[in-house]
């Protein structure tokens, strides 16, 4: 189940954002967000992947679950005794059936909230995730097996166990607040495309491990930008600022999926000619590449890399910025896309020679520079 489910994970990463959605912006909620960013470890989506954790699905797979640490032992010690109930059995079942079960389950998470022991609607995300892909649910399954859940959560002292680790919690939103630059991020994308957006969300789980997404959900003349992360890296082989480049990097390139596809959409008859030699641009010997099936796939991965490869210019010193590029044509190498030196070079070439131009206004000179 492993391999599937990463491979599941790579194509959902790439599709998730044009899920649909039911969620209702109030004026007020209008209000409060605009031109704001929240960092969230929610209480019953952390609920949903601390049962999911526990199913013999999630014991078995490192890729849907985060093993290691303290806090996925204090999960295992505090509610392991708890796997044999009927709800953790179905909620193996459901995902032993379909791996996008996963996003239908905790992707609804944010749907409820508690008040006691109940499960209560929220009153801004009523179904969030009714789609990815070519698979659709006509009912949140939240509200299917909300009773259940409820029994779970109280059998097993979930919300004590919840607020024990509030103090963990927080220290992941601080270090995002201090070390990730999502304000920077997002200053610096809005200034060099032509792409707005009202506000931003992160939803996180200490349990999250491959499966790193964003989408968008859009409502009542709002836009909000969600990402679903786990916390930061620190990785002790990296210095202090290369462990911000690499996490900058993994929430750049989720992010800026956003702004990258309204001129890619603009221009795709071009990219679908410039780029339709699949052989060129891509190892299909690598697993995971068939997520991306098509020309205009193809270069948005190759564009997203790539103007993380220009905010790297623009916001770092001259060495930090040739490292941070050539780590991202390594790892663009390793994950079958061959000609990220190329592409790179050739963005910045027009980008040097453009540098008040939007983004969005330099794809017809930079698509030609790939014309044969």
Known sequence: MKKIFLLTVL?????????????????????ENQGKYKIEINEVKELVHIMIAITPS????????????????????????????????TF??????????????????????FKGNKLVKNK???????AVSNSKITENPITTYKTSIEDFARKSK??????????????IVSNYETNANLGKQWKWLEKNFKTVQNSYAIFCSPLINSLNYTGDFVNNNFKLIYMVLPP??????????????????????EIDHNYVKQPTVANQETINQYFKDRK??????????????????VFDEYMTFGIFVLYCKDNYDN????????????????????????????????RTENPDKKIDDIYPEFLKLFQN
């Open 158 to 171: 979930f919300r004590e166990f919840y607020k024990s680790h509030k103090p963990y919690y927080a220290e």
């Open 124 to 130: 801004i995300f009523d179904f969030p995730a009714t």
């Open 280 to 297: 060129a641009w891509t190892n299909d010997d690598i697993e995971g590449v068939s997520a991306y099936p098509n020309p205009v796939k």
């Open 92 to 113: 193996d079942s459901l995902i032993v059936a379909s791996a996008y079960n996963y996003i239908f389950l905790t992707g609804n998470g944010i749907s409820y909230d």
């Open 232 to 253: 930061l890296d620190k990785l002790e082989k990296l210095s202090e600022r290369e462990n911000e480049l690499f996490n900058t990097r993994v929430m750049f390139t």
């Open 11 to 31: 194509i959902l990463t790439s599709i998730f954002s044009k899920a649909q959605y039911k969620v209702d912006f109030t004026e007020k909620f209008k209000k």
């Open 319 to 350: 060495k930090d910025f040739l490292s941070a590029k050539e780590n991202v044509i390594l790892l663009m190498k390793e994950r079958g896309f061959p000609k990220m030196q190329e592409f790179t070079d050739k963005l910045l070439k027009v």
């Open 58 to 89: 999630g014991i078995e797979n490192d890729d849907m679950v985060e093993q290691k640490g303290k806090y996925y032992q204090d999960v295992i010690a505090h509610f392991k005794s708890y796997q044999n109930e009927p709800i953790i059995k």
